[in-house]
């Protein structure tokens, strides 16, 4: 049985930083591609933020412009999310399954807020 359970978010005020972890159980990092998604306020669908290969390959959209970035340790099943210089449009809930994702397997993320 799969489980993703996604903590460290909070609140920030715009420039700030937080990293995120999320432990699995039941998916194998070295054999799975992963990725970090979110949803914002009002949004119906989640983007995507960061995926993270089996060889370690990172991608990141664009629009993040070099911000994030993902890290893993396969023996623990755990992969972090470091966010810096938060800005007010970050502000979502925050969550990992592999990318594609499997729909079944979200977990219930994790609300990251950056507000002044």
């Known amino acids: 049985q799969v489980q993703l359970v996604e903590s460290g978010g909070g609140s920030v005020q715009p420039g700030g930083s937080l990293r995120l972890s999320c432990v699995a159980s039941?998916?194998?990092?070295?054999?799975?591609?992963m990725g970090w998604y979110r949803q914002a306020p009002g949004s119906q669908g989640r983007e995507l933020v960061a995926?993270?290969?089996?060889?370690?390959?990172?991608y990141y959209p664009s629009f993040l412009k070099g911000r994030f970035t993902v890290s893993v340790d396969k023996a623990a099943n755990t992969m972090w999310l470091q966010m810096n210089s938060l800005e007010a449009a970050d502000t979502a809930v925050y969550y990992c399954n592999t990318q594609p994702p499997d729909h079944e397997n979200w977990g219930p993320g994790t609300q990251v807020t950056v507000s002044s």
């Open positions: 039941g998916i194998d990092f070295s054999i799975n591609v």
């Open positions: 995926r993270l290969t089996t060889a370690g390959g990172t």
